[in-house]
Every structure is written in structure tokens, then in C-alpha cells.
């Protein structure tokens, strides 16, 4: 059934505001976002880039940009993207990342200062600012004693909200998957008037799979971000007497290829977004800075945000008000051409607001730490196992998490008898109940697993990671370790809405070793159920209109409307019939109000009815409006668009 709704006075604007704008007869995927400024070329390679704010003149802040070279330099431009020739250091050894921090106290006297790494020197290289002076003694040797993964490449600078300390945290080329791939360092005066620096702490997961440079800080809140590429952005606490366990991973899916670069848009001291680089799709992952009401370490995708910048790595952005081009902040992304794009925030992401988080309402459906059937035989047990109907009575019984080898394993698993020979496959099954799965928009798992993981939802299969594609049977090897993690990582997936159904449903979950003489296992698994809370659709009344327009949200003109599949991952058709011949006008609305996509319009004749399908490119997860305007009246229905 559709769902009947009446428009807000705010939403009626937005929705006249649409109409009024020239009309298209086709959906497209959005343009790029299109920058204000692109700086002048540097030499060889572009690749990082930073903002220093003069506090005392905004007008007058620079651009730092890294020229990744042998023979590199680290460049400096003004807000139109000139370059200050007096300021640029050159012969630097590859200049990676870059990195600008306030008030570092150097004899008596507080420096804004300049951090980067030379990767070929294995050091970081500080300048004060704004003068470009160097104040680091000829460099600060860093990963010593690491050879050959002593190779700097992400930076991120941390001023500790407690008594002011400024921290360098480093990244790598490559490095160790064993929880200490990245090296935080304590930048103080040496008593000379210049700065060194103190290793006080190693921490950070790292996948194996490719590389991490991106590395990014939140002063205010106290945290770290990095992206660790083709797995996600991994959150940990900042402070180095914090504990270093990491507190989220997010950002694993969606992705065309590298999670890149890295900013933060700091609306207040606690909310805003966290911007990450989707360089292989020239686009930009939007997340909530402050995460949900229910949990500060969640970050939902709120928006992917197409940009011209081609294939960016380096992102730095800024709330703070640039005059007189930037008024709202200003995003800097790195762009391959050798040049960095200077976007004004407000073109970056709208007039509309964010969608709030209390748009939907989480419930727990099967939590980590609970029970499932498992069998851990070493036993080839096909396909069968896999649905609803299988008898595995004779199977254990355990509350996860499940595991050997690893020290948090609430049940113990078997390997055999032969530690060089020990079992590949191990299976688990847990039958839960939903009373009314489709009153349930969409649905989020989480997975600890050590090695490969495939999981099933009532015989069908629903993601897989860290496995070969194709069949698999039960000698069949994952494709690579864990990444060091031992399963302590819940790594994030989507599972299909219309795969569960009302009354019981069946989880079957296969973890696959790696190898016969793997040390250790591990499997966990949480399953959370979204509902949209009454929001803009349930608060309004049948007969409102705007300025005599006609807006009312009423069924009068309408004998049918409906959209289906309703929730959507790629398309949805939109289907109706009018009560009398009408030209009509058929358009997306996100939660905000705000149209997404173009207008599609023609004419509805009397008793006809009319199948357009609408795509979904470029659209976040989230809730939707299809409006459909008539010269008698117009009709929403709410729609769910799921990955």
C-alpha cells in the first residue's frame, strides 16, 4: 500500500523550489561537484594537502600541498591557489603527507607549525608558520630500528584538550599486522629552539591487504581515523595514555576501490562529518562526525558526493570562514593533474541538512555473545546445512564467542588431532524468530572472524569475506589471515531485507582457516534490525497547501499509486493511474526535502497506467520520498533505499 501523506510548510518549499527549476525528461546521476579555484601545477606529483589558518587575518591563510618526488618539495599557495614562491622548500627526499598544528611552545614562545613526511629520508620534516622556517634540526628519524618498513607516509597532528601536548601520529609505507602500525610521537623543544621528537606509543590495526596512508584527527572529541585501503576507516582513541583498542571500522563497503584521504567538517566542537576519498569513483563518502544518539562509534553513510577532482588522494577541509570565497569552510581535495581543487563547502554539500539518525530505530536481534548450534568435526557437511529445514540436533551448543587460539573464546573449539593438520571448516546455525519482518527497513550485521567467513540467511547466501568466489566445499582455504586482527574486528555487512521472512529464519554461518596449521580461530556474529521512526510522513495533515499552488498530499487524483521494490538497491518503477487526464511532474525527494536526481514529466491519460523507473546511482542508504505532482493534486510515497 502507498503511504499517504500531507507536506510540510519547510518541505512545500523545497518541493516549489523543484518545480520551479528548468524541466528534464530523464533521472541522470548527479554532475560532479565542480571547485572554485584550482591551484597552480606543482612540478611533479600532487598528493597531500593541509590548511593553516591565520587566526589574526583568514583572508591570508595558506594552502600546504606536497610534490611527491625523489626530488619533491612541499608547496604553499594562497586561498586562490597562487603559488608563494618566497615559501616552498624544495629538495625534499618524496614528500608524502602533510600536517599543521597551533601553538607548540618553542623557548618560551608559541609556533603554528608545519609536520610532513620525507618517506625516502625515514624522517618528519617541521616548518613554523607562517615563514616556512625549519625548526626540526635536519628531520626527526622515525620508525628506527624497522628497516625496511621505516618508509613515513600518513600524517596527523594531535593537540591534547588536557594540557595542550602536541602528538605527530605516523603512518607507513608497510608495516606489521600485529596492532602496532602506527608510531605516535610527543613533538617538544629540545631546549635549542627546535623540535624532537619522543616515541611514546605504538598501536593500530592493519589489514595486510595494501597500504595505510591517509591518517586524520579530531582534537575536540579526542580520536584518530586512518584509512586502511580496500577495508575500511579504523577509529581509535587519540591521547596515547587512552586505551588502544580500536573503536570502530566503518566505511568497508561501497567504495570503487582505495578508502583514500581523509578530513573533518567540524559543524560544532562535536558534530560535523567525516569526509573520506573514494579515489577510483572521484567521489566522497560522507559520515556523521558524532556518530548515532545510541552510539558515538557508529558512522553511518549519510552521502556519497561526486567530485571533478580526478582520482583524489590527499582531502583537507575547514568549517572555519574563509574570506571572502569561503564563507562556510572550504574542502580541498588533491586532484591527478598536479593540482589540488578548492571547493566551497556549501557546494560540497547543500542547502539540505543532514539526515538525523533518528530517522531510524535500531533493535537488537541476535547480539553478540549468543547461542548458537555449531560442529566442529572436521565433517564435510555439503550443502544441506545450509537451510532452514536441516536437523542439527546432534550438533554442540555454545555462546559465542567461539574460538581457539585467541583469549576472549567464551566456548572452545575442536581442531583435531593433528596440530599441523587441523580442521578448515567449522559451521554454525542459530534459528531466531521475527514477528513481522517486513515492518523492518533494513538490516546490518556484524562479523568477527578469523579467517574467511560466508553467511546464509535461510539457504541463501548473503555476503562473504576473506574467501575465494566461486563454490566452496569444506577443505576449501580462505583466502588470506585475518590481517592480525585474530576476529577482534566486527567488520560490518548489509544483508537484503526481502531475504528474511515473517516468523522463523535461519543464520548459517562457514569460517574457513587460512591454512591446516593455523594458530588460532575465531567467529561472532550480530544482527541489527532498522525501523523508520514517525518522522516527516506521519507528522502532517491531509489538506495542506502552499500559496494556492495545489500542493496538497491527498489521493483524490489518483485511483493507483505505488513503488516497488520497496525497500530499493538499484531501481525503483513507480506505478499509477489518475482519476482524470493530467500532465504530471514525478521527482525523488531525500529526508530533508531535498530533490535528488531530475524531474520526469509527460502526461497521465484518464484510466492509464503509467510505469516509470527511476535508478538509484548515487544515492545514499536512506529514506525517500517519490512525489508525483498533478494539475489536481499530488501524492508522496515513502521509500527505503538500501546497499
Same mark, same amino acid.
Given at each position: 500500500?502507498?503511504?499517504?501523506?500531507?507536506?510540510?510548510?519547510?518541505?512545500?518549499?523545497?518541493?516549489?523550489?523543484?518545480l520551479?527549476?528548468?524541466?528534464?525528461?530523464?533521472?541522470?546521476?548527479?554532475?560532479?561537484?565542480?571547485?572554485?579555484?584550482?591551484?597552480?601545477?606543482?612540478?611533479y606529483?600532487?598528493?597531500?594537502?593541509?590548511?593553516?589558518?591565520?587566526q589574526?587575518?583568514?583572508?591570508?591563510?595558506?594552502?600546504?600541498?606536497?610534490?611527491?618526488?625523489?626530488?619533491?618539495?612541499?608547496?604553499?599557495?594562497?586561498?586562490r591557489?597562487?603559488?608563494?614562491?618566497?615559501?616552498?622548500?624544495?629538495?625534499?627526499?618524496?614528500?608524502?603527507?602533510?600536517?599543521?598544528?597551533?601553538?607548540?611552545e618553542?623557548?618560551?614562545?608559541?609556533?603554528?607549525?608545519?609536520?610532513?613526511?620525507?618517506?625516502?629520508?625515514h624522517?618528519?620534516?617541521?616548518?613554523?608558520?607562517?615563514?616556512?622556517?625549519?625548526?626540526?634540526?635536519?628531520?626527526?628519524?622515525?620508525?628506527a630500528?624497522?628497516?625496511?618498513?621505516?618508509?613515513?607516509?600518513?600524517?596527523?597532528?594531535?593537540t591534547?584538550s588536557?594540557?595542550s601536548?602536541?602528538y605527530?601520529?605516523?603512518?607507513r609505507?608497510?608495516?606489521?599486522?600485529?596492532?602496532?602500525?602506527?608510531?605516535?610521537?610527543l613533538?617538544?623543544?629540545?631546549?635549542?629552539?627546535?623540535?624532537?621528537?619522543?616515541?611514546?606509543?605504538?598501536?593500530?590495526?592493519?589489514?595486510?591487504?595494501?597500504?595505510?596512508?591517509?591518517?586524520?584527527?579530531?582534537?575536540?572529541?579526542?580520536?584518530?581515523?586512518y584509512?586502511?585501503?580496500?577495508?575500511?576507516?579504523?577509529?581509535?582513541?587519540?591521547?596515547?595514555?587512552?586505551?588502544?583498542?580500536?573503536?570502530?571500522?566503518?566505511?568497508?563497503?561501497?567504495?570503487?576501490?582505495?578508502?583514500?584521504?581523509?578530513?573533518?567538517?567540524?559543524?560544532?566542537?562535536?558534530?560535523?562529518?567525516?569526509?573520506?576519498?573514494?579515489?577510483?569513483?572521484?567521489?566522497?563518502?560522507?559520515y556523521?562526525?558524532?556518530?548515532?544518539?545510541?552510539?558515538?562509534h557508529?558512522?553511518?553513510?549519510?552521502?556519497?558526493?561526486?567530485?571533478a577532482?580526478?582520482?583524489?588522494?590527499?582531502l583537507?577541509?575547514?568549517?572555519?570562514?574563509?574570506?571572502?570565497?569561503?564563507l562556510?569552510?572550504?574542502?580541498?581535495?588533491?586532484?591527478?593533474?598536479?593540482?589540488?581543487?578548492?571547493?566551497?563547502?556549501?557546494?560540497?554539500?547543500?542547502d539540505?541538512?543532514?539526515?538525523?539518525?533518528?530517522a531510524f530505530?535500531?533493535?537488537?536481534?541476535?547480539?553478540?555473545?549468543?547461542?548458537?548450534k555449531?560442529?566442529?568435526?572436521?565433517?564435510?557437511?555439503?550443502t544441506?546445512?545450509?537451510?532452514?529445514a536441516?536437523?542439527?540436533?546432534?550438533?554442540?551448543?555454545?555462546?559465542?564467542?567461539?574460538?581457539?587460539? *585467541?583469549?576472549d573464546a #567464551?566456548? $572452545?573449539?575442536? %581442531?583435531?588431532? &593433528?596440530?599441523?593438520?587441523?580442521?578448515i !571448516?567449522?559451521?554454525? /546455525?542459530?534459528?531466531?524468530?521475527?514477528?513481522?519482518?517486513?515492518?523492518?527497513?533494513?538490516f546490518?550485521?556484524?562479523?568477527?572472524?578469523?579467517?574467511?567467513? *560466508?553467511?546464509?540467511? #535461510?539457504? $541463501?547466501?548473503v %555476503?562473504r569475506? &576473506?574467501?575465494p568466489?566461486?563454490?566452496? !566445499?569444506?577443505?576449501? /582455504?580462505a583466502?588470506?589471515?585475518?590481517?592480525?586482527d585474530?576476529?577482534?574486528?566486527?567488520?560490518?555487512?548489509?544483508?537484503?531485507?526481502?531475504?528474511?521472512?515473517?516468523?522463523?529464519?535461519?543464520?548459517?554461518?562457514e569460517?574457513?582457516?587460512?591454512?591446516?596449521?593455523?594458530?588460532?580461530?575465531?567467529?561472532?556474529?550480530?544482527?541489527?534490525?532498522?525501523?523508520?521512526?514517525?518522522?516527516?510522513?506521519?507528522?502532517?495533515?491531509?489538506?495542506?497547501?502552499?500559496?494556492?499552488?495545489?500542493?496538497?498530499?491527498?489521493?483524490?487524483?489518483?485511483?493507483?499509486?505505488?513503488?516497488?521494490?520497496?525497500?530499493?538497491?538499484?531501481?525503483?518503477?513507480?506505478?499509477?493511474?489518475?482519476?482524470?487526464?493530467?500532465?504530471?511532474e514525478?521527482?525523488?525527494?531525500?529526508s530533508?526535502?531535498?530533490?535528488?536526481?531530475n524531474?520526469?514529466?509527460?502526461?497521465?491519460?484518464?484510466?492509464?497506467?503509467?510505469?516509470?523507473?527511476?535508478?538509484?546511482?548515487?544515492?545514499?542508504?536512506?529514506?525517500?520520498?517519490?512525489i508525483?505532482?498533478t494539475?489536481?493534486?499530488?501524492?508522496?510515497?515513502?521509500?527505503?533505499?538500501?546497499?
Open positions: 500500500m502507498p503511504y499517504t501523506i500531507s507536506l510540510p510548510l519547510a518541505f512545500l518549499v523545497s518541493l516549489l523550489a523543484s520551479l527549476q528548468p524541466q528534464k525528461t530523464a533521472l541522470e546521476e548527479p554532475a560532479p561537484v565542480e571547485p572554485l579555484y584550482v591551484t597552480e601545477r606543482v612540478q606529483d600532487s598528493e597531500d594537502a593541509a590548511i593553516w589558518i591565520n589574526a587575518n583568514p583572508e591570508e591563510s595558506l594552502l600546504l600541498g606536497t610534490d611527491k618526488e625523489a626530488d619533491g618539495a612541499l608547496y604553499v599557495f594562497n586561498l591557489g597562487e603559488i608563494i614562491e618566497d615559501k616552498v622548500v624544495r629538495g625534499l627526499a618524496r614528500p608524502n603527507n602533510v600536517d599543521v598544528a597551533y601553538g607548540l618553542l623557548q618560551g614562545t608559541k609556533r603554528d607549525i608545519a609536520v610532513l613526511t620525507e618517506r625516502f629520508a624522517k618528519l620534516r617541521i616548518y613554523a608558520l607562517p615563514e616556512m622556517e625549519p625548526i626540526d634540526n635536519g628531520g626527526i628519524e622515525v620508525f630500528g624497522e628497516e625496511p618498513e621505516n618508509e613515513p607516509m600518513g600524517i596527523a597532528l594531535y591534547s588536557s594540557d601536548s602536541i605527530a601520529i605516523v603512518s609505507k608497510s608495516g606489521p599486522t600485529d596492532g602496532t602500525y602506527l608510531w605516535q610521537y613533538l617538544q623543544d629540545d631546549g635549542q629552539g627546535n623540535v624532537q621528537g619522543t616515541l611514546v606509543r605504538k598501536f593500530g590495526n592493519y589489514s595486510g591487504k595494501q597500504e595505510i596512508e591517509a591518517v586524520a584527527v579530531d582534537n575536540e572529541l579526542g580520536y584518530v581515523y584509512s586502511d585501503e580496500r577495508v575500511g576507516v579504523r577509529k581509535y582513541y587519540a591521547d596515547p595514555d587512552s586505551s588502544s583498542d580500536e573503536l570502530a571500522l566503518f566505511g568497508t563497503s561501497s567504495f570503487a576501490g582505495d578508502q583514500e584521504g581523509i578530513a573533518l567538517y567540524k559543524a560544532t566542537d562535536s558534530t560535523g562529518f567525516i569526509l573520506v576519498s573514494d579515489q577510483q569513483a572521484n567521489q566522497l563518502h560522507v556523521p562526525r558524532e556518530g548515532t544518539s545510541s552510539n558515538p557508529e558512522h553511518p553513510l549519510l552521502r556519497e558526493i561526486p567530485i577532482a580526478n582520482a583524489t588522494d590527499g583537507e577541509a575547514t568549517s572555519i570562514a574563509l574570506p571572502p570565497d569561503f562556510q569552510g572550504a574542502v580541498v581535495a588533491m586532484s591527478e593533474e598536479e593540482t589540488y581543487h578548492f571547493y566551497r563547502w556549501q557546494d560540497i554539500w547543500g539540505a541538512q543532514p539526515p538525523q539518525d533518528t530505530t535500531a533493535q537488537e536481534i541476535i547480539p553478540f555473545n549468543a547461542t548458537w555449531y560442529l566442529d568435526n572436521g565433517s564435510d557437511q555439503d544441506a546445512w545450509r537451510q532452514p536441516f536437523d542439527d540436533t546432534g550438533w554442540s551448543s555454545g555462546a559465542g564467542k567461539f574460538g581457539y587460539g *585467541i583469549p #567464551n566456548s $572452545q573449539l575442536t %581442531y583435531g588431532k &593433528n596440530k599441523s593438520k587441523k580442521y !571448516t567449522t559451521y554454525f /546455525r542459530k534459528t531466531f524468530e521475527l514477528p513481522d519482518a517486513a515492518a523492518i527497513d533494513s546490518q550485521g556484524q562479523v568477527k572472524r578469523d579467517d574467511g567467513v *560466508i553467511v546464509y540467511l #535461510n539457504g $541463501q547466501e %555476503y569475506d &576473506n574467501m568466489s566461486g563454490s566452496v !566445499t569444506y577443505t576449501t /582455504r583466502a588470506g589471515t585475518s590481517g592480525g585474530d576476529g577482534a574486528t566486527a567488520v560490518p555487512f548489509s544483508v537484503p531485507p526481502n531475504a528474511f521472512v515473517s516468523g522463523s529464519n535461519t543464520l548459517a554461518v569460517i574457513h582457516q587460512a591454512s591446516p596449521s593455523s594458530s588460532d580461530i575465531a567467529f561472532d556474529l550480530q544482527l541489527l534490525g532498522y525501523t523508520a521512526t514517525p518522522g516527516i510522513g506521519d507528522t502532517l495533515n491531509s489538506d495542506s497547501t502552499l500559496l494556492g499552488f495545489g500542493l496538497s498530499a491527498t489521493s483524490a487524483a489518483f485511483d493507483k499509486l505505488e513503488a516497488y521494490p520497496n525497500p530499493f538497491s538499484q531501481n525503483i518503477t513507480v506505478n499509477f493511474k489518475t482519476k482524470e487526464s493530467t500532465a504530471y514525478l521527482w525523488l525527494a531525500d530533508s526535502g531535498k530533490r535528488v536526481g524531474l520526469r514529466s509527460g502526461t497521465a491519460l484518464k484510466g492509464e497506467n503509467q510505469h516509470i523507473t527511476l535508478k538509484a546511482t548515487g544515492l545514499m542508504p536512506g529514506l525517500y520520498f517519490v508525483v505532482q494539475e489536481q493534486g499530488s501524492f508522496a510515497v515513502r521509500v527505503l533505499h538500501t546497499k
